[in-house]
Nanobody
Framework: QVQLVESGGGLVQAGGSLRLSCAASGRTFSSYVMGWFRQAPGEEREFVSAIRWSGGSTYYANSVKGRFTISRDNAKNTVYLQMNSLKPEDTAVYYC?????????????????WGQGTQVTVSS
């Protein structure tokens, strides 16, 4: 019902910035929560940030709070993740996800739709 495509990943030096985009197509609802997750080699997929389409409430993992900013453009059905002050430990594949329900917004299992991911590599 919903298709997600991430873009904007790449290689940056520590302290640099990068902006990821997630374009959504298909049936989306204003009640949806859009989330960003990441997965490093040998690690489990972890929550990064989320935003509610309606109202725009935002949520962040403690590891990225103050450095990353999530936003959305409802007219373009696009969610963004602005990443500043990047650290080598931010290196991971970043995934966009959609959750049709407002609860458990930080849980991987709560999301029904996922993009293919985009690689972010931060060098030291």
């Amino acid at each position: 019902q919903v298709q997600l495509v991430e873009s904007g990943g790449g290689l940056v030096q520590a302290g640099g910035s990068l902006r990821l985009s997630c374009a959504a197509s298909g049936r989306t609802f204003s009640s949806y929560v859009m989330g960003w997750f990441r997965q490093a080699p040998g690690e489990e997929r972890e929550f990064v940030s989320a935003i509610r389409w309606s109202g725009g409430s935002t949520y962040y993992a403690n590891s990225v709070k103050g450095r990353f900013t999530i936003s959305r453009d409802n007219a373009k059905n696009t969610v963004y993740l602005q990443m500043n002050s990047l650290k080598p430990e931010d290196t991971a594949v970043y995934y966009c996800a959609a959750n049709p329900s407002p609860s458990r917004l930080a849980a991987v299992a709560a999301y029904d739709y996922w993009g293919q991911g985009t690689q972010v590599t931060v060098s030291s």
